[in-house]
Every structure is written in C-alpha cells, then in structure tokens.
C-alpha cells in the first residue's frame, strides 16, 4: 500500500547529507550554475542589448542640466522547477547487519543521488549538443575532425566559436565542456604539441592540457565529462556508452549566478535536496526517497557556440 504523505519524515541528516554529496563524474551544476527561486515556476526578465548602443552625444551633461534619461528594453523567460524524485527499500536486517563503515540509509541516498544526477547530466549533454537549441554551431566531417591530425585546424575552430559568440552578445566565452575522449585527441593533436614542445618535452597530462586551454582560448573553466551511462533496458545486456559524445562547447558563464547577469544558463532550484523516509512495514523495511526539484533552464543559447562531432 503506498503511504500518505503525512506518513513521511524528513530525515535532516540525510538531506544534508545529499546536499553535501558530490560525484566528481558530473558536471552540469558546474555547466549551469545553481539559483535558488521562491516559486516553483514564474517568469523572468531577459534584458536586451541597449547596453551596447553607442548613443554618440547622449551621455554628455551640460553644466546645470540633467542627465539623458535612458531606458533599456526587457522580455520575459520563463521557468518551471520540476522534482525529481526516487526511493530505495532498506531492510532491518540489512541495517541490523551493518557495521561501520557501513551505513545501509546513506548508501541508498548516494545511489539515488547517482541516478537523479546522472539523469540530469544526460538531459544537459543532449540539450548542450543538440542544433536546434545551439544554433549556432558547425558540424565537422571527415578530415575536418580533429581526429585527422593532417589537415584539421582545431585552433581555427574554435577561435571562430569565440569569435561568433563575441559578435553575437559582446561577450567572450570564458568556459568550454569536452568529454574525455575529445580531450585525449586533441591534446595529442600536432598544433598542440607545437604549442607546447617546449614544455616537459611536448608531453601534456590532463590537467596541463586544461591549463594550455585556458592560458591560449582566455578561458576560466574547462569542464571534462567523464560520465557514462548504461542505455539499455532493465534486464538487458549493458549498453554501456558516454554522457558526453564527440563534441565541444564555447559558453559564456556568469562568476554569480543572478537573474540580471549575463550568462548561457541557470539551474533553478526551487526546493534544496530533501531525503525523506516512511515505513514499510509489510517488507519489515524503511524506504529512502530523495526529491530533488529543479530547471536546467538555458537563458541565452547565443553565449554558446556547438562544434558538433569534434572528433569521429
């Protein structure tokens, strides 16, 4: 029998323990940064580019007088946090049987965290890799893959990326994702060795690689995904694959998440992760649910710029 709502409780310990959990596999609160909103759906403002119109004579002031009076113009988003939640049976004596380190409740939250979490990754990359949500973008091909170490011109790619971001919003990208076999590639590519043959002999670990991105592109985050899924139904074969596929993305990202700043997109979160549990007592078991209510909201696409199928 399901239970009432009134029948649950929840478990502070728990929840903070959700809240302070972090799986370095996922990126995406990193991607879009979180923001906490009062309602669970509502609108809000998206400013326009009056902030980059040359008024010429405008701002001057004659002595005695007025400033010019200036307005800017404002449209609406909007946002709709939706829950996500999931639950795990614990039994008493798989609690009973436990000792430290062992902790049969804890254990649940961070498997259902890893699910909500991976799910959330997922609906991110496919959003962030998608053309019609990233319009603007380029799909390389053959020996235009980065792949191709003979002809691709990867520093060219992405330096236009840049470039049309910076037209488009008067903004630079200041962040790039990659999954982690884009990031194997190209750090072995020629014009990177170039640029760095001497450098510890031309050899580049991962995290001097994402440093060299961020020194050459101006960037302040390089984001790797590593995270990978199983794509197959229950009680199938493992389908086991990558979150993050063979792309690369130039984003704007705004360093305090508000809803005047600039930026490519926000998490809303209008209720903090909450664990509660309730009694089952018919399984002789407590039952674990972690809620979690958000939007993985992409406020402007034109801070982004999509190299789609980077490498083959």
């Keep these: 029998m399901k239970p009432n709502l009134g029948d649950s409780k929840v478990d502070k310990i728990l929840s903070q323990f959700s809240i302070a959990y972090r799986n370095d596999n996922y990126i995406a609160e990193q991607i879009l940064p979180v923001l906490k909103v009062k309602e669970k759906s509502g609108k809000f403002a998206k400013y326009a580019k009056d902030n980059l119109r040359v008024y010429s004579d405008a701002t001057f002031r004659a002595p005695g007088t007025r400033a010019n009076d200036i307005d800017y113009s404002v449209s609406q988003g909007t946002y709709l946090c939706a829950e996500h939640a999931l639950e795990k049976r614990v039994p008493d004596e798989m609690v009973l049987n436990s000792d430290d380190p062992y902790d049969p409740k804890r254990d649940a939250v961070e498997f259902l965290m890893d699910l909500i979490w991976l799910n959330q990754e997922n609906a991110l990359a496919t959003t962030m890799t998608s053309t019609s949500i990233l319009t603007q973008n380029t799909t390389l091909s053959g020996t235009s893959q980065w792949d191709d170490y003979n002809n691709s011109d ?13 037209s488009a919003t008067g903004k630079l990208p200041n962040s790039c994702v990659l999954s982690f076999d884009v990031m194997q590639k190209l750090k072995n590519h020629p014009d990177v060795r170039e640029q760095v043959k001497y ?18 592109f101006r960037l302040e985050n390089v984001y790797v995904g590593t ?28 360093s305090r998440p508000t809803m005047m700043a600039p930026t490519f997109g926000l998490t809303m979160t209008d209720v903090p992760r909450k664990v509660d549990m309730y009694r089952e007592e018919s399984h002789v078991s407590d039952v674990v649910r972690v809620r979690y209510s958000y939007d993985q909201n992409i406020i402007d696409p034109a801070m982004a710029y999509l190299i789609k199928s980077a490498t083959s």
């Design 199 to 216: 450098t510890n002999g031309g050899q580049l670990s991962d995290g001097a690689f994402e440093s060299f991105l961020k020194g050459f």
């Design 227 to 254: 995270a990978i899924k199983n794509s197959a139904d229950e009680g199938q074969s493992d389908s086991i694959g990558n979150v993050w596929n063979d792309d690369f993305v130039l984003f704007h990202k705004t």
């Design 154 to 166: 990867p520093f060219d790619d992405i330096a236009t990326g840049i470039e049309t971001v910076r």
